[in-house]
């Protein structure tokens, strides 16, 4: 089982970013977005159910990122409008068997390695 995060990048305070997490091995049931800043805990970003048609989202990030995913492909997505400083962090991928406790890390049996966010001011 292996999830493979891509599509970090420097971007400026205001601009986008796609994020992609690929998940080979099996089919997954929750999937979650979770960032790590600098010296912060690791924190719940977005989630999708197996189907797509259930989102959560932090506060923080909600009215600017989309969570979304292609079965077809095993692939999930975040996409990430208006960014800002404070969203620089390390963005981790996650898959669970089932689609519970999405909030917390521990919903998740499975992690990617993380790609890098940074947005400049």
């Known amino acids: 089982v292996q999830l493979q995060a891509s599509g970090g990048g420097l971007v400026q305070a205001g601009g986008s970013l796609r994020l992609s997490c690929v998940a080979s091995g099996r089919t997954f049931s929750g999937v979650g977005w979770f960032r790590q800043a600098p010296g912060k805990e690791r924190e719940f970003v977005a989630a999708?159910?197996?189907?797509?048609?259930?989102?959560y989202y932090a506060d923080s990030v909600k009215g600017r990122f989309t969570i979304s995913r292609d079965n077809a492909e095993n692939t999930v997505y975040l996409q990430m409008n208006s960014l800002k400083p404070e969203d620089t962090a390390v963005y981790y991928c996650?898959?669970?068997?089932?689609?519970?406790?999405?909030?917390?890390?521990?919903?998740?049996?499975?992690w990617g390695q993380g790609t890098l966010v940074t947005v400049s001011s």
């Open positions: 999708i159910s197996r189907s797509g048609g259930v989102t």
């Open positions: 996650a898959a669970g068997r089932v689609f519970s406790s999405v909030y917390s890390r521990e919903g998740y049996d499975y």
